[in-house]
């Protein structure tokens, strides 16, 4: 099996990640909209419990590989000159897995303070 | 295929019909969805990073021209969202018909921009 996100399963990859994105930030917009934390260490504990911690751990990955193929999609369908296209690709890949990297490293960093 | 085939991309002279602007708008606000992340993984972790990063982020968000980005931001989630359970639904064969298909399409739509609105003028 390839290990490369194309064709169909990049498409069952997009719907299955859309699903879980959704749910979660969903929640997290409604929490955040609704029940606004009110200081560091309510935001910090919300973060932090069993359940949303995992969570987020969770949508890290998820995200990453929802945008990158989405950003794919949209850049092979518009950026039509081969190295321009393979350039931007390059970039938005280094982009995506330092962002993921960045989040990961907060939530690590919280779990060890 | 032809490399001569007739082009037509006048955009101002092109009328979409509503599924095509469910659709257009739902990778242009995906786009912004992604180039703001790294934003948002920024002010994550300055909130995460103690009490004074957290009342740092807090008044960062509370200024006038991130209101504004926040406003877009409101808007770009919900219509990704609400233009992607409809994507999804499509993919399961629901309201494919074309007169389902539009009217959820201008579902999707609106209600992005209502609620991105209402819920700005709420909170912000």
């Known amino acids: 099996m390839s290990r490369r996100a ?3 399963k990049a498409w069952a990859v997009q719907r299955a990640t859309a699903v879980y994105l959704a749910g979660f930030s969903l929640y997290l917009v409604l929490h955040l909209f609704l029940a606004p934390p009110v200081d560091y260490l309510a935001w910090r504990d919300w973060v932090a419990g069993p359940a949303v911690s995992v969570a987020f751990l969770l949508f890290v990955p998820a995200l990453l590989a929802h945008a990158w193929v989405g950003i794919r999609d949209v850049l092979i369908d518009y950026v039509k000159p081969i190295g321009v296209r393979v350039s931007l690709l390059a970039l938005l890949a280094f982009a995506l897995v330092a962002s993921g990297l960045w989040a990961l490293q907060a939530l690590f960093l919280l779990r060890m303070g | 295929m032809s490399k001569n085939r007739p082009v037509f991309l006048d955009l101002w002279r092109i009328r979409l019909p509503i599924t095509g602007w469910a659709s257009i708008l739902h990778r242009i606000s995906g786009v912004v ?7 948002g ?7 995460l990073s103690g009490p ?3 009342a740092d982020a807090a008044s960062h968000l ?9 406003l877009m931001l409101a808007w770009s989630f919900l219509h990704h969202l ?4 409809r994507f999804l639904m499509l993919d399961l064969g629901l309201g494919i018909d074309r007169t389902g298909a539009r009217k959820s399409a201008w579902v999707a739509v609106s209600a992005a921009v209502a609620v991105a ?3 700005w003028g709420i909170r912000l």
């Open chain 2, 52 to 54: 004074a990063g957290f």
């Open chain 2, 62 to 70: 509370s200024s006038g021209l991130v209101r504004v980005l926040l």
């Open chain 1, 6 to 8: 194309s064709g169909l």
């Open chain 2, 41 to 47: 993984v920024y002010l994550f972790g300055l909130s």
């Open chain 2, 33 to 39: 969805l992604v180039l703001t992340t790294p934003y």
């Open chain 2, 117 to 119: 609105l209402i819920g």
């Open chain 2, 82 to 85: 609400f233009a992607g359970i």
